[in-house]
């Protein structure tokens, strides 16, 4: 079965600090994989994608993440986060051989405290 | 990027009422709209898919005489919540796509919250 794991439900980090959030995603299929964050009451927003190419994908607001097709994820990195990064965060896959239908997995909440 | 609009962002109705929510696609031409339920601190949900000038396409486990989705023209679908219940009180986004193909990208609206008392 097709699925996306995020291994963090929260994840609390002081302002500055690093970060990675991760992602495991299970399929037989290649994939397209993306990033979101979404702020309180809120749509989605994109960070980032991997469609093919560079297994390193830079985003907006600083953020990267890597395609790992041998340990199937796409973590999520930023070097230095800051008050504005505490929000939600969801990694999202797309089957290439299938339809235009995204699986999201359960979200992890980024908190950043000063 | 593409813009994608909810309408309203915010309603509040009685039980037993019906209440639609607009989604439109304001810059580019959406083939495939998509309709999603997100209950709190939970991720989304797909419910439907719609490409204009069909029928919907719904998720196994989602009613569609309980949630009625239009998509009649490239810029607008829309979702009706038919008798609606305090069940159905969650935060409904939806996204806009150029087609059903796994390379086109979603792009997601600001989502409507709708609370059934």
């Known amino acids: 079965a097709q699925s996306v794991t995020q291994l963090d439900s929260q994840v609390p980090v002081f302002e500055e600090a690093p970060v990675e959030l991760r992602c495991n995603y299970s399929?037989?299929?290649?994939?397209?994989l993306f990033w979101y964050v979404q702020y309180p009451n809120q749509g989605l927003q994109l960070l980032l994608k991997?469609?093919?190419?560079?297994?390193l994908v830079k985003g907006i607001n600083g953020f990267e993440a890597e395609f790992n097709k041998s340990q199937t994820s796409f973590h999520l990195r930023k070097p230095s986060v800051h008050i504005s990064d505490t929000a939600e965060y969801f990694c999202?896959?797309?089957?290439?051989?299938?339809?235009?239908?995204?699986?999201f997995g359960a979200g992890t909440r980024l908190a950043v405290h000063p | 990027g593409a813009v994608v609009s909810q309408h309203p962002s915010w309603v509040i109705c009685k039980s037993g009422t019906s209440v639609k929510i607009e989604c439109r696609s304001l810059?580019?031409?959406?083939?495939?709209m998509f309709w999603y339920r997100q209950f709190p601190k939970q991720s989304l949900m797909l419910m439907a898919t719609?490409?204009?000038?069909?029928?919907?396409?719904?998720e196994q486990g989602v009613e569609k005489d309980k949630f009625l989705i239009n998509h009649a023209s490239l810029t607008l679908s829309t979702l009706t919540v038919t008798s609606a219940h305090p069940e159905d009180s969650s935060f409904y986004i939806c996204?806009?796509?150029?087609?059903?193909?796994?390379?086109?990208?979603?792009?997601f609206g600001p989502g409507t919250r709708l609370t059934v008392l």
């Open positions: 999202a896959v797309r089957f290439s051989g299938g339809y235009n239908k995204l699986i």
């Open positions: 996204s806009a796509s150029l087609g059903l193909a796994a390379y086109n990208e979603q792009f």
């Open positions: 991997y469609l093919s190419g560079s297994t």
């Open positions: 810059d580019f031409q959406a083939t495939t």
């Open positions: 719609s490409n204009e000038g069909s029928k919907a396409t719904y």
């Open positions: 399929s037989s299929v290649s994939v397209y």
